[in-house]
């Protein structure tokens, strides 16, 4: 018997559980991908820019994991990964730029000396003496980073460092993630009994400050390894579609054909409405995920525009600017140092937080933003794009909310066999987690079903 899988989700979640599919169940496996849009790749996109392609979705990949410097050397790309140039990115706060707090954890500063200038002298007294105040933190507590940072080092220290460090990663304030779904570590070694939160970041700051690179990136961007895992992947690709799923268990139904297996590849609240009549008690827990939107805006600056000497700037919460991150990707990446323009991506919109301004406003603000950040840094630019594209991801990111780990046990746990689970909205947004869910969802079902 061929063994038959169906995948619903053609995102980067989607097409690598394609590909470990067809590592797992051989030449001969029916995989079928089903995918809403008509292009592969899902956040990850890239875009004409000037002539160039470039990113406007993802940009770059964690290195310390695995997963995704694997998946890429197996597709043939390793000679195409680049590492960023080591430049810092800065901090906008109080319509000035700062250096990031260092050594951190995830923009928890180690102590005072960490934070700069960043706050003011009550500020660091209080992060000076956060060592001497009992801390009430019963194991198996879920607390957002936003509420225990503002309790151990006050609010200036959440909104000027953590807020920007993980708006960057999430596309939500840290009031609104989890402590254990974003730094499981740091969670960990509070529930161990590490009893003040200066002394838990610097147990873990060892690992925090290692100098190798954290990014990299595939010169060429995302499109290429979006086409070249569709290819590897030997999936029929069945675009514009959002199949129903039915059956259960041995004679699942996608489309009205028949699969010996599923893997639902979908962003949380989407799963939730495909598998709302199949199976009602995961959908109802899928449903309860929120999603964060934003939008990217890259732009195509005249070439002799000099940037300030950073990768980029992160923005404090509460400031003027409209956007809440740029990436000085002529400054970052040494694939982006060119003659024919200085390239420039800026980030828009948290949860909560809707994008209020058509493209043609975002672009202005995008300009005004970067003009006032160059400005403040001394340097020139001319900030009249030769060419801009905006991307909105209206759900782009799911909420790792207090509990959302858990909630998602809860779904892995009431699954039926033979239906699989991969996506951002699991075990982790970044890409190697992405990568490292599918390979698990594979696994699973080919463990659950007689192929
Ligand atoms: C702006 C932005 C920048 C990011 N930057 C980085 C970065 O630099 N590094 C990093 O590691 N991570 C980054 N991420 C996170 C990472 O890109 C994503 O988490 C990851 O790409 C998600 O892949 P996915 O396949 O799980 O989901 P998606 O890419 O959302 O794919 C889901 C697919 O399912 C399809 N779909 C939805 N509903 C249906 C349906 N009913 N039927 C059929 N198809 C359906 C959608 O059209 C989509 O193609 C970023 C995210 C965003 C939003």
């Known amino acids: 018997m061929t063994a038959r899988l169906a995948i619903i989700g053609g995102g980067l979640s989607g097409l690598a559980a394609a590909y470990f599919a067809r590592q797992a169940l051989g030449a001969d496996a029916v995989v079928d991908i089903f995918e809403r849009s008509e292009r592969p790749g899902g956040i990850l996109r890239s875009a004409s820019v000037a002539g160039r392609q470039v990113d406007v979705g993802a940009e770059a990949f964690v290195v310390r994991r695995p997963e995704a410097l694997a998946l890429v050397a197996e597709l043939g790309l390793a000679d195409q990964v680049v590492s960023p140039t080591g430049r810092r990115p800065a901090v906008w706060a109080n319509d000035g730029l700062h250096a990031l707090p260092s050594p951190a954890l995830m923009g928890i500063p180690a102590n005072v000396a960490a934070v700069g200038n960043l706050v003011d002298d009550a500020d660091r007294l209080h992060i000076d003496a956060e060592r001497q105040r009992p801390m009430d933190w019963p194991p198996g507590t879920d607390m957002s980073v936003g509420d225990l940072v503002d309790d151990r080092f006050g609010p200036a220290v959440t909104a000027r460092s953590v807020d920007p460090m993980l708006g960057g990663v999430y596309s939500s304030l840290s009031a609104d993630i989890g402590v254990r779904e974003a730094i499981p570590a740091l969670a960990a ?172 406003t975002l672009i202005g603000w995008a300009a005004a933003d970067l003009a006032r950040i160059c400005d403040a840094a001394g340097v020139t630019v001319d900030t009249s794009p030769l060419d801009a594209v905006v991307q909105r991801w209206p759900s782009g990111l799911p909420v790792y909310a207090p509990g959302h780990l858990a909630s998602m046990k809860r779904v892995f746990d009431a699954r039926p066999a033979g239906l699989g689970f991969a996506g951002a909205s699991y075990q982790g947004v970044g890409v190697p987690a992405c990568i490292a869910q599918a390979r698990k969802a594979v696994d699973a079902v080919v463990s659950e079903v007689a192929f």
Do not use: C
């Open 189 to 360: 070694r509070l529930d161990a009994g590490t009893p003040n939160l200066t002394d838990a970041v610097a147990g873990l700051l060892p690992a925090a400050t290692n100098t190798a690179p954290v990014f990299g990136a595939v010169r060429g961007g995302y499109r290429v390894v979006v086409d070249r895992l569709l290819e590897a992947a030997g999936a029929q690709w069945h675009s514009g579609i959002e199949p129903a799923l039915m059956g259960g268990p041995g004679d699942w139904q996608v489309a009205d054909v028949g699969y010996d297996a599923v893997i639902v590849a979908l962003p949380a609240p989407d799963a939730a409405s495909l598998l709302a009549d199949t199976v009602p008690a995961v959908a109802a827990e899928l449903g309860n995920v929120a999603m964060a939107g934003s939008a990217v805006v890259a732009l195509a600056l005249p070439p002799d525009s000099v940037l300030p000497e950073n990768s980029g700037v992160l923005v404090a919460t509460g400031e003027s600017l409209h956007a809440k991150a740029f990436t000085f990707s002529s400054r970052k990446w040494p694939h982006y140092e060119s003659s024919d323009a200085t390239w420039v991506r800026a980030s828009f919109g948290r949860f909560r937080q809707p994008i209020a301004g058509d493209d043609h």
